[in-house]
Nanobody, 123 residues
Framework: QLQLVESGGGLVQPGGSLRLSCAAS????????IGWFRQAPGKEREGVPCFSDRGARTEYADPVKGRFTISRDNAKNTVYLQMNSMKPEDTAVYYC????????????????WGLGTQVTVAS
């Protein structure tokens, strides 16, 4: 059974930080392209940071550059999203997703999805 489970979401003040985790089972994340996506109410799902297999290519969406960082812990088969200097516009449900070996920021290219974790940035 192939699964991705996100955790770490919650309520944070503007300027604060959160770290999201994405734990995989049934496959090895290091040999897949991984993406973090987010979706706010009434808006389309968008890529936040995405990287290719083994992290050879990593790109961040412009709104989060310099604030968010994606990383892997291969021993735990887990991907993290460190979010710093958070803004209200970061409020969304955050999903991790996996696909094949090629890099992509398109949600339609990803076949494995977690159920998401809510992130709310507000005073």
């Amino acid at each position: 059974q192939l699964q991705l489970v996100e955790s770490g979401g919650g309520l944070v003040q503007p300027g604060g930080s959160l770290r999201l985790s994405c734990a995989a089972s049934g496959f090895t994340l290091d040999y897949r392209a991984i993406g973090w996506f987010r979706q706010a109410p009434g808006k389309e799902r968008e890529g936040v940071p995405c990287f290719s297999d083994r992290g050879a290519r990593t790109e961040y969406a412009d709104p989060v550059k310099g604030r968010f960082t994606i990383s892997r812990d291969n021993a735990k088969n887990t991907v993290y999203l460190q979010m710093n200097s958070m803004k209200p516009e970061d409020t969304a449900v955050y999903y991790c997703a996996a696909r094949g070996t090629g890099w992509s920021s398109r949600p339609g290219d990803y076949g494995y999805w977690g159920l998401g974790t809510q992130v709310t940035v507000a005073s």
